[in-house]
T-cell receptor, first 113, second 113 residues
Framework: DQQVKQNSPSLSVQEGRISILNCDYT??????FLWYKKYPAEGPTFLIS?????DKNEDGRFTVFLNKSAKHLSLHIVPSQPGDSAVYFC????????????FGQGTTLQVKP | EAGVTQFPSHSVIEKGQTVTLRCDPI?????LYWYRRVMGKEIKFLLH????????ESGMPNNRFLAERTGGTYSTLKVQPAELEDSGVYFC???????????FGSGTRLTVV
């Protein structure tokens, strides 16, 4: 049973517009969420994170929103740039704080010039 | 600072053969993790070392997989004998603490034919 789900395999947006990537989770014990970005032939790179005690975290063009009641988080990229084209993974960590991450399947974002 | 290094970057082996993947973490990182991504699906946790000790190996698929971390430095992941379903990209990550500073390597793409 997959505990972290990214239901959109792909997303295409125009340069300068907003990109919204979504993620749902089932385990209410998750207390920390992260977004990773992955280019082809490279490992995932940390992008932004949010603790379960917050509902929003912002870092430059990237903002993550957390809705705990809906068990849903989203990543907003504004404005989107062609260099943002990559696979984005949502990940969650449980309260045991072991460092073990549970990943979603990833969403491929294409930003068109 | 050197990143997480994985070797080889690609490996093609026949079913039934043995393959050993190596990961060199960032110097000083006590925590080392192995993950696997199969067929474009989610990145799945395999195991977690703290120094030379296995902290969590709940994600290891079966006893054909053996992970070691000699002296708390580099780690190896051996698959013996390899099966077709073992094909995928194997990622290693290291961190100085449990949740923070996670850095992934570029991965080893394993193809079993």
């Amino acid at each position: 049973d997959q505990q972290v789900k990214q239901n959109s395999p792909s997303l295409s947006v125009q340069e300068g517009r907003i990109s919204i990537l979504n993620c749902d989770y089932t385990n209410s014990m998750f207390d920390y969420f992260l977004w990773y970005k992955k280019y082809p032939a490279e490992g995932p790179t940390f992008l932004i994170s949010i603790s379960s005690i917050k509902d929003k975290n912002e870092d430059g063009r990237f903002t993550v929103f957390l809705n705990k009641s809906a068990k849903h988080l989203s990543l907003h990229i504004v404005p989107s740039q062609p260099g943002d084209s990559a696979v984005y993974f949502c990940a969650a960590s449980g309260s045991s704080n072991t460092g073990k991450l549970i990943f979603g399947q990833g969403t491929t974002l294409q930003v068109k010039p | 600072e050197a990143g997480v290094t994985q070797f080889p970057s690609h490996s093609v082996i026949e079913k039934g053969q043995t393959v050993t993947l190596r990961c060199d973490p960032i110097s000083g990182h006590d925590n080392l993790y192995w993950y696997r991504r199969v067929m474009g699906k989610e990145i799945k946790f395999l195991l977690h070392f703290v120094k030379e000790s296995k902290q969590d190996e709940s994600g290891m698929p079966n006893n054909r997989f053996l992970a070691e971390r000699t002296g708390g430095t580099y780690s190896t992941l051996k698959v013996q004998p390899a099966e077709l379903e073992d094909s995928g990209v194997y990622f290693c990550a290291s961190s100085p603490g449990s949740l923070y500073g996670y850095t992934f390597g570029s991965g080893t793409r394993l193809t079993v034919v």
